[in-house]
Nanobody, 126 residues
Framework: QVQLVESGGGSVQAGGSLRLSCTAS????????MAWFRQTPGKEREGVAT????????YYVDSVKGRFTISRDNAKNTLYLQMNSLKPEDSAMYYC???????????????????WGQGTQVTVSS
């Protein structure tokens, strides 16, 4: 079965950096759009960044543009999120998500994605 396993979360001071990783198994990775979402208690899950199968197209939510970078290594079945200049409002549980490329429009919403990891916590202190 499909498994997505996130790692790299932790606690950091404002202005610091973290790199999240998500390793996928049980799927033909290069055929899947991949994305990072985040969620805090009592709030809806928010799309942070999405990357196309061949890394030709990316999407970022406005609040992270210029600070976060999504990338993927199809040879390693791994997705990354480089997070720089972190702010306290970036604190959340971060989830990796996958959706097979079926020719439908570029996915951004959580409802567009079929598979999810368990999440990794990011805490940014001021």
């Amino acid at each position: 079965q499909v498994q997505l396993v996130e790692s790299g979360g932790g606690s950091v001071q404002a202005g610091g950096s973290l790199r999240l990783s998500c390793t996928a198994s049980g799927l033909t990775y290069y055929n899947y759009y991949m994305a990072w979402f985040r969620q805090t208690p009592g709030k809806e899950r928010e799309g942070v960044a999405t990357i196309s199968t061949g890394s030709f197209r990316t999407y970022y939510v406005d609040s992270v543009k210029g600070r976060f970078t999504i990338s993927r290594d199809n040879a390693k079945n791994t997705l990354y999120l480089q997070m720089n200049s972190l702010k306290p409002e970036d604190s959340a549980m971060y989830y990796c998500a996958a959706r097979r490329d079926t020719g439908l429009p570029f996915p951004r919403a959580s409802s567009d994605f079929n598979y999810w990891g368990q999440g990794t916590q990011v805490t940014v202190s001021s």
